[in-house]
């Protein structure tokens, strides 16, 4: 039966608001209305099924957290798809296959009545599985070349949201935390108009253990390492609550992540010369022979940059900041 009570078009223009704050500063204003309106009218339109449709037996919470994943997917995923440099006229058929993937596992898995976690590493994995089929498509017509489809592939705005939150996280002021016990967490509202108050740094901590818990474990030790002992500690016990992503719930996370946004540090003066810096560091690292090991199979494109950076030039036919991507792209996957 239809559910009612669940007043979709309030929820989805909530989240598109929400989002507004959250996408990347680097983008230019046609890029940043993309990611809102992709996440506002897939919410819109998973909603709308969920509440109308007479064949769907979802009760409020459900819709709201299918609505929700949905929605976060399709924001990281079209953040992925523009800083892929994959042309603009491929983005909705990419978008569009990973939104009706996600409906659909999650239509399944929730009527399975699948444990939370399970639901969401279900979903996860299509996603990542529909991405990559997307783009290996565009490849396979002629649309792309091998190399935009494997830069194209590295993207990860799921990663690398968590991996910037080791930053405030460290700047936050210290929450008492004796006896081992952890400060409450807020209960997330159904649909979320008013967020409630909670501590800011409580709502932080327990918004990075959702992102760690769907990072490779490994990746996730790393970060904690950087983190003040007793901040770590928290964000362990929070990653090992099994409710933990409804006690919090997207809103409040969203909320969270937007307050932690306004506190990273911003690069404003991007140059040719930190590019060659960061690549001459990169390429001092290995022989030629190594080197050309490692980028036999990227463009020429980015080969020439490499190549002219360790002599200390700049290869001007790439936009600095392209460059940069490129060039952490290189650190991050060596």
Known sequence: MATKDFDYENFAQNLAAQAQELVPQDFNDAQKQYVIN???NFAMLSGKALAEDPNLNFNADQSITITQIIAEWSFHKSVDLIRSGIPQ??????MQKIAYTIFEIAKQTFSQGL???????????????SYLEAITELKNKGAIDEG????????SNMDKMAQEMQQPANAQAGVPMDNGELPPLPTAPNIPTEMPKVDSKVLKLATVAMLFKKLNQDKVQSILNKFDPQDAEAVIR???????IDRVGGANALRALQEIKTTLPRNTQLTPNKVILKLKKFGSKYSSKDLDTILIRERMGVKRLVFNAIEGKYYDKMPPRVASIVASHLTDSV
């Open 148 to 155: 935009l489809m494997e830069f194209a592939a590295s993207q």
């Open 238 to 244: 929070y990653m090992r609550m099994p409710d933990l």
């Open 89 to 94: 006229q491929y983005w909705d058929p990419v």
């Open 115 to 129: 444990p939370h976690d399970k639901i969401l590493e279900l979903v996860e994995h299509h996603v990542k599985k």
């Open 38 to 40: 992709t996440l506002g």
